[in-house]
């Protein structure tokens, strides 16, 4: 080692020049660039605290999956009510879709139904009207006929009396 820390020849001054070339650290400065390991003098105290890492790793651990189980069970909630929701919104739909085929034809029914009403009142009314002008042409015809037997009875009452008076 004594050998080791002394200065390289290197050191001496160069021929001419007042400052020594640029030298090799010696093994102490080298030494002290890097940070000193600390021996462990108690090898107890080593052990505990490596018993204490691995205890904390440990509740870190299943503090981890104890969290990975929550969130998974979470996620499986969110999907199955997500399922559940879009089943009841499907459900909904075709409720919908089947009260609106429901009123269609109810409206379909209501329509037919006010134009066969339309068409009977119609028919209806055709039938008084007709009812109507055949009492009225009765009548008009038992007037004539009256008209006639009074016309007759006229014309045979001046038939009897000009025969009568002949």
Same mark, same amino acid.
Request: glycine share 4%; aromatic share 0%.
């Given at each position: ?6 200065? &390289?020849?290197?050191? !001496? &001054? ?6 020594? !070339? ?6 102490? $400065?080298? +030494?002290? +660039? ?6 462990? +003098? #108690?090898?107890?105290?080593?052990? %505990? $605290? ?10 870190? #651990?299943? =503090? ?11 996620? /499986? ?12 919104? !499907? ?15 109810? #409206?379909?029914?209501? %329509?037919?139904?006010?134009?066969? /009403?339309?068409?009977?009142? %119609?028919?209806?009314? $055709?039938?008084?009207? @007709? =009812?109507?002008?055949?009492? @009225?042409?009765? @009548? @008009? ?8 037997? %009074? ?8 038939? $009897?009396?000009?025969?009568? &008076?002949?």
């Amino acid at each position: 080692m004594a050998d080791v820390a002394k200065p &390289l020849a290197k050191d !001496k &001054l160069v021929e001419g020049t007042e400052r020594p !070339k640029k030298r090799a650290k010696t093994v102490p $400065e080298a +030494s002290r +660039s890097r940070p000193k390991r600390v021996a462990v +003098s #108690n090898t107890e105290t080593a052990k %505990k $605290e490596a018993a204490e890492k691995a205890a904390t790793r440990k509740e870190e #651990n299943k =503090k981890a999956k104890e969290e990975a189980k929550i969130r998974r069970e979470k996620a /499986e909630k969110d999907r199955i009510k997500k399922k559940a929701d879009k089943e009841k919104a !499907k459900a909904a739909k075709e409720a919908a879709k089947a009260k609106a085929a429901r009123k269609k034809e109810e #409206n379909k029914a209501a %329509k037919a139904k006010a134009k066969t /009403e339309k068409k009977t009142a %119609k028919q209806e009314a $055709e039938g008084k009207k @007709k =009812k109507a002008e055949k009492a @009225k042409t009765e @009548k @008009k015809g038992a007037k004539q006929e009256g008209e006639g037997k %009074k016309k007759k009875a006229d014309t045979l009452k001046t038939d $009897e009396t000009s025969q009568a &008076l002949e």
